[in-house]
């Protein structure tokens, strides 16, 4: 079990460790757009801007026309901000196949137009990756002096406030289609850990075919004057994934670190995810689960995978480990629950957040399922506070955490805080505040049809990395795996019906072909 100081291995399950003088945790798009414009209306050389998406068209900023004088949609705000400032140059990064959707609406190839003449803000489209891989990181870096890194892509149906009103006007596309409420997470961070995800940006473009980007020295004071920090002088890892690939070597950090945190927790793992899919993530639960006095395991899930693709795969995966990881959970110590709002519509979950105890900090653009693990390109942040660096900061993580379950759960961090002390259990605690309206609600292990189940087993549409997209069905390891002895019978059965077999395997290579060439919405 790795423990107390260990836990972050460079190489292992991180790629840098880094000093931040001021780090925070900025909780859903709202405040993170707020807080990006702010930063870049600081920056004085580059701006760099890595992600799965991106669209010019959303606005920057709660004011239509902000007190610094910038227009409010993001395109136009770049052309006015390199205008504004001699010497600045933007770089934006982002993901070829998803921009497939975004690149031709017609504001869109307007800005496009007005960037291409603009020789100080280039925009390349990254191709470096599996077939069906993604670039998923989500990272923006501003003179290498403020970084923000985590979940939230610059683009359409992520704007939201930490209230997720039912009657929200503001949560709309920019052809003025209303959206559902959605929750998200990232962090910013100040000092030499700016420095180093600048690096791996710029390590991003230069693989993308980009050339070469230099350093930015000398430049300080990126902080927005209205954020306050949650942690000041602490010791930050990053920890990548890379997929396998002819001309790089794989890097599978993140995978490592969820492993490790999960041994690593004593009473509680309260995390917010996407999906909940992944076979090692899901195995490393089972044995923890097993344990006598092992931890309690909080999960915090959208109801549904968004997207048509995404639910026939990635909820029956989530289906079928709930369904097993159940079996092995004598003493009821794992809860998956979904946020919904005063009028009972579902919030959709994207946020990426792990806290480990009141040690462990975990915030990023990484996923429980494998392609998060093996196939995409991520990048997460870890703070823990068992470094001698960190020592001060168990109270700033648990409220951290508390926070995220009081907006759940429409109360305040002291309500969580005495109830949690009153209860010494984090689902008790949840049980208790929970209620109807705007609260947490248990997922319930719904029904899956066969051909459902089929390919959660075969995990068509989340592979467990480059080499398993191509592999022969017969050969992939089973989902469940090592969790349920009895899946072979299930699996011997499917074998006994060969018209059965051919109508899955031909569902099965549609939806996959179609999700190789087809952007998904995340």
């Not at 052809?175 to 991003?204: I, Q, S």
């Not at 670190?257 to 995810?273: F, G, H, M, N, P």
Request: charged share 30%; net charge negative.
């Amino acid at each position: 079990m790795t423990t107390g100081t260990n836990l972050l291995e460079l190489g292992r399950n991180c790629w840098r460790i880094e000093r931040a003088t001021r780090a925070t945790v900025i909780i859903d798009a709202d405040d993170y757009f707020n807080a990006a414009r702010a930063a870049m209306l600081k920056a004085k050389t580059q701006i760099l801007l890595v992600g799965w998406d991106f669209d010019a068209r959303i606005l920057l900023g709660s004011d239509s026309e902000n007190a610094d004088g910038g227009p409010h949609e993001l395109g136009t705000f770049f052309s006015w901000l390199v205008k504004r400032t001699p010497g600045l140059q933007i770089y934006i990064l982002r993901w070829d196949t998803g921009a497939i959707k975004t690149l031709f609406h017609g504001r869109t190839l307007l800005h496009l137009a007005k960037w291409i003449k603009d020789p100080r803000i280039h925009l390349r489209l990254d191709s470096h990756h599996p077939p069906a891989g993604s670039h998923h990181q989500k990272v923006v870096v501003i003179d290498d002096c403020l970084a923000f890194c985590g979940g939230i892509d610059m683009t359409i149906d992520r704007w939201d406030t930490c209230d997720h009103a039912d009657d929200e006007p503001r949560r709309k596309e920019p052809d003025g289609t209303p959206y559902g409420p959605w929750h998200d997470a990232t962090t910013m961070l100040e000092g030499p850990v700016a420095r180093a995800l600048g690096d791996m940006c710029r390590g991003r473009w230069e693989v993308s075919g980009g050339g070469r980007l230099e350093q930015v020295h000398g430049e300080s004071g990126c902080w927005p004057d209205h954020v306050k920090a949650d942690f000041t002088e602490a010791e930050v890892g990053i920890a990548l994934t890379v997929p396998e690939m002819a001309d790089q070597e794989p890097m599978h950090q993140i995978e490592a670190l969820y492993v490790d945190l999960i041994e690593r927790a004593k009473r509680w793992v309260y995390a917010e995810s996407q999906y909940f899919a992944s076979r090692k993530v899901a195995e490393a639960v089972a044995k923890r689960l097993a344990e006598p006095d092992g931890p309690e395991f909080v999960i915090v899930n959208p109801t549904s995978a968004q997207g048509w693709l995404e639910p026939v795969a990635m909820d029956s995966a989530r289906a079928r480990l709930i369904e097993a990881l159940q079996e092995r959970d004598p003493h009821g110590r794992l809860r998956l629950y979904h946020p919904y709002t005063d009028l009972g519509e579902p919030i959709y979950v994207h946020a990426k957040v792990t806290v480990i105890d009141d040690e462990v900090l975990r915030v990023g653009s990484s996923n429980f399922n494998n392609r998060s693990l093996r196939l995409d390109t991520e990048c997460d942040v870890v703070i823990d506070a068992a470094r001698s660096a960190n020592a001060d900061e168990r109270e700033t993580i648990a409220r951290i955490r508390n926070s995220l379950l009081a907006e759940h759960l429409n109360t305040n961090c002291d309500m969580v805080v005495a109830t949690l002390n009153e209860t010494g259990s984090l689902i008790e605690t949840i049980e208790r505040l929970r209620g109807d309206g705007r609260s947490l609600r248990v997922y319930e292990v719904p029904e899956i049809d066969a051909v459902r189940a089929w390919l959660a087993d075969n995990k068509v549409l989340d592979p467990e990395g480059p080499g398993e997209m191509f592999e022969a069905l017969s050969r992939r390891k089973p989902l469940l795996g090592r969790l349920r002895s009895h899946f072979r019978r299930d699996d011997g059965t499917i074998s006994r019906n060969s018209g059965l077999v051919l109508g899955r395997l031909a569902v099965g290579t549609a939806l996959f072909a179609v999700a190789a060439i087809k952007a998904r919405k995340r």
